[in-house]
């Protein structure tokens, strides 16, 4: 970046702006960064950010199930199906669009990008068991995490009661300062 954001990455003047302002739409924290970037900075912005944008694209997709792009045929599978005389993906008689769609769901899936067990991304359908076992526990770590977070904010919502206060700003220093901590 030039000049005017030598010392001052992107995310340095986000982070700047959520602690010196009262803006909370994401959408304004965005505006109020562009405007604080050289348009000559741009390219080195969007390099930036990118990379993290990427990551949320995919995230998001995978949790709606819907992954932009076409769809990379999947690799054929050697099964036979339960009846023992159509290959499993032999069209049958009657079968919905709707229920064609959910069964070739699985198909798309494989096209997501996890972090594997060696620091690098992949494709489900490139997953070691070994990466499979990996990404577990991450999922496992990260729910655990989680639960003790959900468990902060229930003990702050209780404080709320307990000290009769309205908002979380109403409590009272010494209560605020450790549940939200926990939070």
């Known amino acids: 970046m030039s000049t005017t954001t030598t010392d001052r990455t992107v995310r340095s003047m986000i982070r700047e702006l959520i602690n010196a302002s009262d803006l909370t739409d994401w959408r304004e924290i965005a505006d109020a960064v562009l405007a604080g970037i050289d348009p000559q900075d741009y390219a080195d912005a969007l390099r930036e950010v990118l990379p993290s944008y990427v990551r949320l694209v995919a995230s998001r997709s995978r949790q709606t199930g819907s992954i932009a792009g076409p769809v990379q045929p999947a690799p054929q599978l050697q099964q036979v199906s339960d009846d023992g005389n159509l290959p499993p993906d032999a069209p049958r008689k009657h079968v919905s669009s709707k229920i064609r ?38 999922l496992r770590r990260h729910a655990r995490h989680t639960m003790a977070r959900a468990q902060g904010w229930t003990e702050l919502a209780d404080a709320l009661s307990v000290h009769q206060a309205d908002t979380v700003a109403g409590l009272p220093v010494s209560v605020a300062e450790r549940l939200v901590k926990a939070a």
Not at 105 to 121: F, H, K, V
């Open 101 to 138: 769609a959910i069964n070739a769901d699985w198909r798309e899936r494989l096209r997501e990008i996890y972090p594997a067990a060696d620091g690098t991304n992949k494709h489900l359908g490139d997953f070691t068991r070994h990466d499979l076992l990996a990404m577990a526990d991450r």
